[in-house]
């Protein structure tokens, strides 16, 4: 009886601890008796010990995630695919399928709302992206045009356009003269992630162009920033973004977290390429790589937050 006083005490830390432990020593078969044991010895399920010893974030909604996948509960498992409005009847389901008492765990209900909450944006915000980067930029659509125009008028407005089909394209990184052939990979989502930072970060967008355009240093402004889209994109395909987004959005994370991700990626990259020195602009894509897998590497910390994050007092007046 003293023993199983002692273990119920296990609940914050040492429950996170002997949880982590436990499942690292043991293989599936012997981790799923571990779990019954835990659940016999502490009255709560993994779930519960999750929620309770883990604070909210990506530490936790990581591990809810992680734990209804590898369940052999169906209701548990279809969990990570519940679309928002679902959410509240799941979390009833999960109590009745895992025989939770709420009076004793009166927390448990909210905690795993929020997680699935955010697991459930997720996979909305992946299929918004991908909407988006599929949609095909249309000369013939004016708010198309409007937004490219847009951007030249936000990274170059003391210089008028001379007509819609230029050269001119060239000085804020496209390639041709029509820069409508530049979008062809990431699609629209290309162009508004290159409006968004011009437009929300207008004078670090203007002070990155002014790096692109230096005469040994320089690279394509442009291209290099639908580069950086395809790199954002890719994260968040293969699911790398979780951490990030669990810990800077509480909520459902929406297309404008996603810009906003964008914007560190472009501002980041920028001061990495200037800081690395690459012999020419041919080496682009050795120092692409080393910076992805420098992001890649900030997406494996606990706490990782990449939001960008800089005083306009530090650029000049335009």
């Known amino acids: ?187 629209l989502l290309g162009l508004v992630n290159l409006v968004f930072f011009s437009e929300n970060y207008t004078k670090a967008a203007r002070h990155v162009l002014s790096h692109a355009n230096h005469p040994s240093l320089g690279y394509s402004y442009a291209i290099v920033g639908i580069n950086l889209t395809e790199m954002a994109y890719s994260l968040l395909r293969s699911g790398a973004l979780k951490p990030h987004f669990y810990n800077t959005v509480a909520g459902k994370p929406h297309i404008h977290h996603f810009h906003l991700f964008y914007c560190y990626l472009a501002y980041e990259f920028d001061k990495f390429w200037v800081e690395e020195k690459p012999a020419s602009i041919m080496e682009f894509n050795i120092y692409r790589e080393k910076f992805h897998d420098k992001v890649k590497g900030f997406l494996l910390e606990p706490d990782v937050s990449l939001i960008l994050k800089i005083d306009s007092k530090n650029f000049p007046d335009d």
């Open 1 to 187: 009886m003293q023993f199983r006083r002692i273990v119920f005490r296990l609940q914050g830390a040492e429950g996170m601890m002997l949880d982590t432990i436990c499942q690292y020593l043991c293989g599936s078969f012997l981790w799923f008796w571990m779990k019954w044991f835990l659940r016999q010895i502490t009255g709560k399920c993994e779930l519960q010990r999750i929620c309770q010893g883990y604070e909210p974030g990506a530490a936790r909604t990581t591990r809810i995630e992680n734990s209804l996948k590898s369940s052999k509960n169906k209701v548990l498992q279809d969990a990570v695919n519940v679309k928002e409005d679902a959410v509240e009847g799941c979390v009833t389901q999960i109590v009745k399928e895992k025989g939770i008492k709420e009076q004793k765990d009166p927390k448990f209900k909210v905690n795993l709302h929020k997680c699935l909450i955010q697991i459930s944006g997720y996979n909305t915000l992946f299929t918004t992206v991908e909407e988006l980067r599929k949609e095909v930029f249309d000369s013939e659509n004016e708010e198309h045009e409007k937004l490219l125009l847009k951007l030249w008028d936000l990274l170059m407005p003391a210089v008028k356009l001379e007509s819609r089909i230029t050269k001119h394209w060239g000085s804020i990184g496209f390639q041709g003269d029509d820069p409508k052939t530049d979008f062809r990979g990431m699609g």
